[in-house]
DNA sequence: GGTACCTGGAA
DNA sequence: TTTCCAGGTAC
């Protein structure tokens, strides 16, 4: 895969399959799936997947917040971060483990207490009773989406379970080109790109921190980020494939994707 | 073994 | 809309 055009003809092959059957269950299944359907490695690199865009699959119909990136703030400003923030601040959930999990804003703070303060060159996350608890430069912020988001590829599936399995159809995709890190922080401050805190202790006191989030409320807002969407898989006779499709065989690897 | 990233959700 | 949450890996 070493162009776009490769890269889109793959999406194409892959939405011809019709439904296939998760990799990996729970939420993360649908991009693992798709990862693995194109061909990708899975990675914690902080930058683009496949020929030079980051790459997003989110289920149809699903209203929670998409991720961007994650990233901590900087060590050196963080006043009230981690393990004490969790352990002063949180709540014990379900589970009975102390744990952090909210979604900030700007301005209001949410029930935890916790909003976000913008100014000319930095966000700080606040909480109502502590102040500060760290502060993110926003030129920090700005080379984060730089470096990853130079194209961005959204990638649409519908979801169904077959006896308890999920499958997913990766039916729609758009690209977004042209990214415009003014803009993106105008969203930010704007409140809709928000940061989520994804903290819980362990047994052993350890702070597990599935990372900082910073999340956009409403996807088609990225829109106003980028100069181009275009859709990639707007081929309308591929749109006859009947949902309820026959049980095919595990999802192929990546090298019989070809014989399609 | 802990930290910081990746991939994404539901009620 | 807000509150709260998931399975993974590199180093």
Redesign the pocket.
Same mark, same amino acid.
């Given at each position: 895969m070493d162009t776009f055009e490769d890269f889109v003809s793959r999406l194409r092959e892959i939405k011809q399959l019709g439904h296939v059957e998760t990799h990996?269950?729970?939420?993360?299944g649908?991009?693992?799936t798709?990862?693995d359907l194109l061909g990708i490695e899975?990675?914690?690199?902080?930058g683009p997947?496949a020929v030079g865009a980051?790459?997003?699959?989110?289920?149809e119909g699903?209203?929670?917040?998409?991720?961007l990136?994650?990233?901590?703030p900087p060590?050196s400003e963080r006043p009230f971060w981690?393990?004490k923030m969790v352990n002063e601040l949180g709540?014990v !959930?379900?589970?009975g483990r102390q744990?952090l999990?909210?979604?900030i &804003?700007p301005n209001?703070p949410?029930?935890?207490g916790f909003y976000l303060d913008y100014d000319d060159t930095s966000v700080s996350v606040v909480h109502e009773d502590v102040g500060v608890c760290a502060t993110y430069p926003l030129d920090f912020l700005r080379e984060r989406f730089e470096d990853?988001f130079p194209q961005l590829v959204m990638v649409f599936a519908d979801t169904k379970r077959i006896d308890g399995v999920e499958h997913f159809w990766y039916k729609e995709a758009y690209h977004l080109d042209g990214f415009d890190s003014d803009a993106f922080l105008d969203l930010m401050r704007d409140g809709v790109i928000t940061l !989520?805190l994804?903290m819980?202790l362990?047994e052993?006191?350890?702070? &597990?921190?599935?990372?900082?989030?910073w999340?956009i409320?409403d996807e088609s807002r990225l829109d106003e980020a980028f100069e181009d969407r275009t859709p990639l898989l707007d081929d309308t006779e591929l749109d006859d494939i009947p949902v309820t499709t026959k049980p095919h065989p595990v999802a192929p690897e990546q090298d019989t994707l070809d014989g399609y």
């Open positions: 990996r269950k729970g939420n993360t649908i991009g693992k798709l990862e899975e990675n914690n690199i902080p997947d980051e790459l997003k699959a989110m289920r699903s209203g929670s917040l998409t991720t990136f994650t990233k901590e060590r981690g393990t709540y !959930d379900d589970k744990a999990k909210v979604t &804003r209001t949410n029930n935890k990853k !989520d994804r819980h362990k052993s006191g350890a702070n &597990r921190n599935r990372g900082t989030a999340r409320m």
